[in-house]
């Protein structure tokens, strides 16, 4: 049985590729569908392997790096739309708001799952001073 960075033993096979396990919340390490305890919220530990999921330091970044990039794609299909048809403004109001809230909800739990399963598979964590 192959060793995870840990010094745990993997089964064959796991982890899944990322885009799978940030898709289906899986546990990084046994693959387990346990990696959350709520909608955003990441469970204390994953009760098939036992990792430790509160060591994970994902914090703001999904939500900072979704509003970034999804901002950028709204305000760019904004201006194409105020250039090309010049739309009173609560149209505008009526087309980005919900489409920005929207998009930054449905995808900040996958991206959440992402980031704690790339943060364990490259054993990444709080530097230290030695």
């Not at 033993?9 to 990084?28: I, K, N």
């Amino acid at each position: 049985m192959p060793k995870d960075n840990q010094g745990v033993g993997v089964p064959d096979g796991a982890p899944a590729p990322l885009f799978v396990q940030a898709t289906r919340g899986l546990c990084p390490r046994c693959g387990a569908p346990t990696l959350f305890a709520g909608v955003l919220r990441f469970a204390d530990r994953c009760p098939a392997c036992c990792l430790d999921f509160s060591a994970f330091n994902v914090g703001d970044g999904a939500a900072a790096f979704l509003t970034l990039g999804i901002g950028t794609i709204v305000t760019i299909l904004g201006i194409v739309v105020e250039l090309a048809w010049s739309p009173p403004w609560w149209v505008h109001v009526a087309l980005w708001l919900p489409l920005t809230i929207a998009s930054v909800m449905l995808t900040t739990r996958w991206t959440k799952a992402a980031l704690a399963a790339l943060e364990w598979r490259n054993g990444a964590g709080e530097g230290r001073i030695k």
